[in-house]
């Protein structure tokens, strides 16, 4: 029987020990924490539980228009529910995650893993199982699956308390809802908790060290998220890099590296996470992580020493968890011989859960702007709807790319309430090379939001050459 040690728990982690142990090889997941790795436990399931409170709260703006009226400054919420709510559903899918793997016969062990190949080059592989009464264990193993994920990154001078100056992993202990919130990092998890806080009701500031949020994201897209950041009240400060964060009084100060301060009651640190791949046996096996720290590997999820596989976070490929979880699975089929696609990043459907959300996938707007890749583009906004004209909804829009000559769809964003949900049909037709003819001719619910995805595709097939 093929023995499969996986080093971490989380999508990466236990999405392979699922499917390795369906082609019947004999497996041991280890993680220092529970299963559900980071995503369940701290970063992805909880920050999507409060953003569905934040998103219930969001809805109720624009009620006037539609004829409810409500007090929407009365409308609040009360933090011991919602961070019950997110700790609550957090381990409640860890336990899921824990009795499913282990009905499908995978050995789970709690401890911290460490790879310790006498030397490197060897067939075989081991592993060492740290405990937390310090007791270890060692496990051979024909291949071993690093999945070990990341942390949150700390800057020198804003090191988190748990109190004022916090990751995203400490919100959920705060007893109170923060005064004035200042976001430090506007990337997509800067973006998110400020959305969400915002949502809620609570004064935020972003701190961003570019002139606009979220600078890899689609930028027409970014502009929507911003000006709806504006007119709900929060601010952001550009061109503003965080030199260091500091305690005052009851608040925080934050100070610029250009000299400005700000002043809040919290700061959140959103400023990148770091791979967990120290002090776990690399050298051993002659594994060195890239200058990021990241462990390279190449599309199979093969690292550069042989039976030793990485996915998910540690990688950097792409750090999300739908991501995390098919390196995990490729690598698994890869090790057991069956047949494997390498993994296609361009095919990704990924969304940022903004109110209103932004998803994409596909070639983008810069890369088609860049000229790295001729396209043909539409951009509908959602304005010329007729379902978002019934709904009210008034910020966003539906962008599609396609080849210019085939006309095939290579992409495409959304960004409207709900997005993630309707980025799919773009995704099912760049993962098929489907037309835009296609999508023109496929009957949407009338009225609907994505009746603007056919329509989006009727515009662009007036251009095309082929019809
Ligand atoms: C705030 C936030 C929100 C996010 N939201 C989304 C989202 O909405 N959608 C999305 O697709 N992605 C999201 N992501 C990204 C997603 O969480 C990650 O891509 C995903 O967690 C990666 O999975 P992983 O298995 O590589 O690592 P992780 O989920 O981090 O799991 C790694 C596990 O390995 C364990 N471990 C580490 N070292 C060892 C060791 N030596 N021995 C044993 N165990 C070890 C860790 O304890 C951890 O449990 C979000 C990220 C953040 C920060
Ligand atoms: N919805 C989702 O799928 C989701 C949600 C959150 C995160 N993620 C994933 O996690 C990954 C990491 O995203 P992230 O936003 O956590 O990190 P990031 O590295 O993308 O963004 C961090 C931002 O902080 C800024 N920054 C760094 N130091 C700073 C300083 N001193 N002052 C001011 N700004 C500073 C950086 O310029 C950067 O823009 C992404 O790849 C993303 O895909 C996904």
Known sequence: ??????????????????????????????????????????????????????????????MGELGVSLDLDNVTVDNHVVHGRVKGLALAQSADIKARVQREGVRVLTGTARLCDAEPGLAVHEVEVTVDGGETERLTADFVLIATGATPRVLPGAVPDGERILDWRQLYDLDEMPEHLIVVGSGVTGAEFASAYTEMGVRVTVVSSRDRIMPHEDADAAAVIEEVFSQRGATLAKHARAEKVERAGDGVVVHLSDGRTIEGSHALMTVGSVPNTTGIGLETVGIETDSRGFVPVDRVSRTGASGIYAAGDCTGLLMLASVASMQGRIAMWHALGEGVSPIKLKTVAANVFTHPELATVGISQQAIDAGEVPARTIMLPLATNPRAKMEGLRHGFVKLFCRPATGVVIGGVVVAPMASEQILPIALAVQNQLTAHDLALTFAVYPSLSGSLTEAGRQLMRHDDLD
């Open 1 to 62: 029987m093929t023995r499969i040690v996986i080093m971490g728990g989380g999508p990466a982690g236990y999405e392979s020990a699922l499917v390795a142990a369906q082609h019947g090889a004999d497996v041991t997941v280890i993680d220092q924490n529970a299963l559900g790795g980071g995503c369940v436990l701290y970063d992805c399931v909880p920050s999507k539980t409060l953003i569905a409170t934040s998103g219930a709260r969001a809805g109720l703006h624009g």
